[in-house]
């Protein structure tokens, strides 16, 4: 057989982007939460391809779009998309003036970046970020009045919304999110106070908006759900993978009882087996560490990989499984029909689903379909 004639032919590995999955997902969020929801599209949209993932989001319901730097932004307006976006990774350094041309509302956490804002002297909308108890962005209570102020002492920006982000969402525990409910409840009524009408109010990321129905105010910002990955523990919604990686048999061998596998032959097998060889490796984002413990779906079987992962390739050890050259391999999938998915890599190596997903890449390819509608049971 030809290359061309073999089912599994052309690139030697892809991630295969199910943009209806995307669209369901959305349709359990908002399902659950009966909010607007704000897709987030950073880091290329987790890796699933910001444009695609955007344009299918919004047709899907969702009112905003979130990026982190003001350069996804700009590729996200670049494509043609006008719907509103959030970009919460500015500072007075950036192309604060090309973010306002392109009508990006900017989030502020510090005076001097509201300011940067102000002086452009374009009317320019912003999300002021309160930090209530995440310790990593946000202006923190005590510098929340000097924000405000900031923002009332210019005539161009305008607030038009207020925002935080929760640090213990994952806890299915109903208290988790309580105190920072509270503190952004606080901060809102201070904004009052001093005169700002505070405009959409947002709290939630993925976990929120699926368990915590007090953190959902007028927009749930959500990442993980979009792509399929349940971020509360121990708990499912129903959502489904969005990325498939498959590639294929490249070599296939026969070894003995007490062969060494790959570098420093960390994997020596212990009975006659067969050995295939799969052209992907930790070039390509897959981690390392699944040399212990990853697992991949040939021919619907479940096959341990064995041995160290090199940068562009990986052995899976098929046992006496009737296994051969071209045969499609799925390394991520679907886990209701057997199938690892990135959550499973992620407790494997210790990490979280985000983490996998936007760290594949490399040399696979990528492409999208639109799996026709599925119904929930
Ligand atoms: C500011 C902000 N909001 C929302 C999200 C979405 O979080 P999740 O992916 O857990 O839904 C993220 C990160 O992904 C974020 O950084």
Known sequence: MT??????????????VDLGAIARNIGRIRDITGTPILAVVKADGF??????????????????LGVATVDEALAVRSAGI??????????????????????????????ETLEAIAALGDAADVHLEL?????????????????????LASSTVHV????????????????????????????????????????????????????HPDTWFDLVRCGAALYGIETVVGLTHALEPAMRVVSRVTQLKRVAAGTGVSYNHAWVSSADTTLVLVPVGYGDGIPRDLS?????????????????ISMDQLVVDVGDAEVALGDEVVLL?????????????ATVTGTIAHEILTGLGGRMARRHTNKTQRTFS
């Open 333 to 345: 999938g679907s886990p209701s029909d057997g199938e690892p998915d990135a959550q499973e890599w």
């Open 160 to 211: 038009t919304g207020i925002w935080s982000h929760l640090a213990l969402a994952a806890d299915a525990e109903p208290g988790s999110t309580a105190y920072q409910v509270k503190a952004f409840e606080r901060g809102v009524a201070r904004a009052r106070e001093l005169g700002l009408a505070p405009g959409v109010l947002h709290l939630a990321n993925s976990a929120g908006a699926l368990e």
């Open 82 to 111: 006008a719907a509103p976006i959030l970009c919460w990774l500015a500072d007075p350094w950036c192309d604060l003036r090309a973010a306002v041309s392109a009508g990006v509302t900017i989030s502020c956490a510090n005076v």
């Open 3 to 16: 290359s061309l004639e073999h089912p599994n032919s052309g690139p030697l590995a892809t991630r295969i």
């Open 292 to 308: 212990h413990g990853g697992e991949v779906v040939i021919g619907g079987v479940r096959h341990p990989v064995v041995g160290a």
């Open 47 to 64: 890796g699933h391809g910001v444009i695609e993932v955007a344009t299918t989001a919004l047709e899907a319901g969702a009112t905003w």
């Open 131 to 151: 930090d209530t108890g995440m310790s990593r962005g946000g202006a923190p209570e005590y510098a929340w009045d000097a924000l405000i102020s900031a923002a």
